[in-house]
C-alpha cells in the first residue's frame, strides 16, 4: 500500500476532461515537488510533470497538474485515445529519504 | 539525445545476486547535478524507486531494500550498475535505469527496461 494515494482506475469519452488525484502528507506532497509519469502499455514511463505543474517540451498543454497542501491532481482536457495509459504521481519523502510513487491510475478512454 | 540501455541476466535463481548494467550514451554521467537511478515494476504493479547515485559519491537507496543494495557508476565506460543481493521471487520485475535529480521525484530519461524473473 502507497504512501501516496491514487485511484487505480479512471475512465472518461474522447473529447472530455479527466482528473486524477494523489494524496499524500506533509512529509512529501506538503513539502516537496510533486512528478507526473505516463506509462504507455509496455512502455517505460515518461515524465509528463514537473515541479508540480510544469510540462517538459513536447507534452501537449492537455495536460495539466497543480498542487494544494497535501493533495495533488493531473488534468487531462480534449480526451484522446492515445491518452490511455497509466499515470503515476512521484514526491521525495523527508521522512523516508527516497522518492515514493503513488500506487498508479489506469486511465481508460471509452 | 541522451540514452539509456539496461542489460542483466533475465533470470536468477533465489539466494543469488542479481547484477544490471544501465549504458548512457549522449552525456556524461559526470554530469553535474543528476543522479543516475534505477527502478522497478513487479509483474502488474506500480513504480518503485532503489535508489541514485552521483558520480561525486552520494547514493540514496531505498530504505526497504537498502541492505541488499549497491549502486555504483563506472565514469570510463559511462555506466552505471545494480546489484541486489540474496534475491527472491518478490525481485521478479521490470528493471529501468534512469537520470533523476537529488531529493526529487524527477526522472526526465529512461531506459527501456530489462525484466528479471527469479526462479
Do not use: H
Not at chain 1, 494515494?5 to 479527466?18: D, F, H, K, N
Not at chain 1, 506509462?39 to 498543454?61: C, F, H, M, W
Not at chain 2, 554521467?29 to 504493479?45: D, E, K, N
Not at chain 2, 546489484?83 to 535529480?101: N, P, W
Amino acid at each position: 500500500q502507497s504512501v501516496l494515494t491514487q485511484p487505480p482506475s479512471a475512465s472518461e469519452t474522447p473529447g472530455q476532461r479527466v482528473t486524477i488525484s494523489c494524496s499524500g502528507s506533509s512529509s512529501n506532497i506538503g513539502s516537496n515537488f510533486v512528478y507526473w509519469y505516463q506509462q504507455l502499455p509496455e512502455t517505460a514511463p515518461k515524465l509528463l510533470i514537473y515541479r508540480n505543474d510544469q510540462r517538459p517540451s513536447g507534452v501537449p498543454d492537455r495536460f495539466s497538474a497543480s498542487k494544494s497542501g497535501t493533495l495533488a491532481s493531473l488534468a487531462i482536457s480534449g480526451l484522446r485515445s492515445e491518452d490511455e495509459a497509466d499515470y503515476y504521481c512521484a514526491v521525495w519523502d523527508d521522512n523516508l529519504s527516497g522518492v515514493i510513487f503513488g500506487g498508479g491510475t489506469k486511465l481508460t478512454v471509452l | 539525445q541522451v540514452q539509456l540501455q539496461e542489460s542483466g541476466p533475465g533470470l536468477a535463481k533465489p539466494s543469488q545476486t542479481l547484477s544490471l548494467t544501465c549504458t548512457v550514451s549522449g552525456v556524461s554521467i559526470r554530469i553535474a547535478g543528476y543522479y543516475w537511478s534505477w527502478l522497478r515494476q513487479q509483474p502488474g504493479g506500480g513504480l518503485e524507486w532503489i535508489g541514485y547515485t552521483y558520480y561525486a559519491g552520494r547514493t540514496y537507496y531505498n530504505p526497504s531494500l537498502k541492505s541488499r543494495l549497491t549502486i555504483s557508476l563506472d565514469t570510463s565506460k559511462n555506466q552505471m550498475s545494480l546489484k541486489v543481493y540474496s534475491v527472491s521471487v518478490a525481485d521478479t520485475a521490470v528493471y529501468y535505469c534512469a537520470r533523476g535529480l537529488q531529493r526529487q521525484g524527477y526522472f526526465d530519461f529512461w531506459g527501456q527496461g530489462t525484466p528479471v524473473t527469479v526462479s
